[in-house]
């Protein structure tokens, strides 16, 4: 498991959902600079807050561990998304 890989993956699922550090933190119940650490690889999330981003990230833990998102699944992500932004 590579912490920085790991922390880059998170990085980019946030800014894909257009949300910040903060607004992430807030919807996990932790601080800021926790993401913080985790996009830049110094640190992990628990098993339990692992769960919980998956869920706002719609992805599962494989998924979150292997930085990798099954590309059928991220073409329907994408789709949602800028209807989402029509809307």
């Given amino acids: 498991m590579n912490q920085e890989k790991i ?5 980019r699922l946030r800014k894909e ?3 910040t550090q903060k607004e ?9 600079q926790a993401i913080s650490q985790w996009e830049v690889g110094k ?13 706002i ?4 833990i494989n998924e979150l561990l292997n930085c990798e ?9 994408k789709k ?5 932004l029509i809307v």
């Fill in 7 to 11: 922390g880059k993956f998170i990085k």
């Fill in 17 to 19: 959902k257009n949300i």
């Fill in 24 to 32: 992430l933190a807030n919807k996990l119940n932790i601080s800021r």
């Fill in 43 to 55: 640190a992990m999330p628990d098993s339990l807050t692992m769960s919980k981003m998956c869920n």
């Fill in 57 to 60: 990230f719609n992805i599962n």
């Fill in 69 to 77: 998102i099954k590309e059928e699944k991220r073409k329907h992500m």
């Fill in 80 to 84: 949602n998304f800028i209807f989402a």
